[in-house]
């Protein structure tokens, strides 16, 4: 209980100040090359819904062209078509999630929790909010990305979200930041997981 209510939180801001501090620099070079290699903005900007299913904008580098359809990408037929070759690289490395330390700083998010969604993922949101998933901040990775991501189902997914709300502790967060480095330099799902991950262009 203390480390849900209060460790938590200390430890997510303690490690993403650190690591935006120490990645600054990187950083402006991504956001640079991004800048360079296609028309648009640096930053891919969506409203996803956080804890207590409370908007909030997260922020990811475009991967993207900027005529890519606003549609949902699991709607596109050819969206490599519209992914940029810098694009291609940070998603398959996720590399373009790295701006989502921001939002952990702000308080929007945290490194483990469910997969922070947009409008275009109702269903979810709506199965979260019934069994309690909703109640932990949302995470760049968590327990439903290390069982499958988008290779499995929705109620699937929401169903591991409420199982990491229900049993949310150290030792789980632990397990499964190392589980997901893993899967990271492995790149095991990581493309599709990213190609499919939200509304818009991103």
Do not use: C
């Not at 640096?42 to 475009?62: A, D, H, M, T, V």
């Not at 109620?155 to 979200?161: F, G, I, M, Q």
């Not at 030792?171 to 990213?194: A, C, P, Q």
């Amino acid at each position: 209980m203390v480390y849900r209510r209060f460790l938590k939180r200390f430890f997510d801001l303690l490690l993403a100040l650190f690591l935006f501090l120490i990645l600054l620099l990187p950083l402006g070079i991504i956001a640079l090359i991004v800048k360079l290699t296609s028309k648009g903005p640096i930053l891919f900007i969506q409203e996803r819904y956080g804890r207590n299913s409370i908007p909030f904008k997260l922020y990811k580098f475009r991967s993207m062209i900027d005529a890519a359809p606003e549609i949902s990408n699991s709607n596109f037929s050819n969206i490599q078509n519209y992914i940029t070759p810098f694009g291609m690289f940070i998603r398959k490395t996720s590399i373009d999630e790295l701006p989502q330390l921001w939002n952990i700083i702000k308080g929007d998010m945290s490194f483990i929790g469910p997969r922070p969604l947009a409008i275009t993922d109702d269903k979810v949101l709506r199965l979260r909010k019934i069994n309690g998933a909703d109640s932990v901040f949302p995470g760049i990775s968590g327990l439903a990305q290390v069982n499958g991501r988008n290779n499995i189902t929705d109620e699937e997914k929401a169903l591991y979200d409420a199982k990491y709300a229900a049993k949310l502790s150290f030792h789980l967060d632990m397990l499964l930041i190392f589980e997901t480095i893993v899967s990271v330099i492995g790149r095991k799902g990581v493309f599709n997981d990213n190609v499919f991950d939200s509304k818009k262009k991103g």
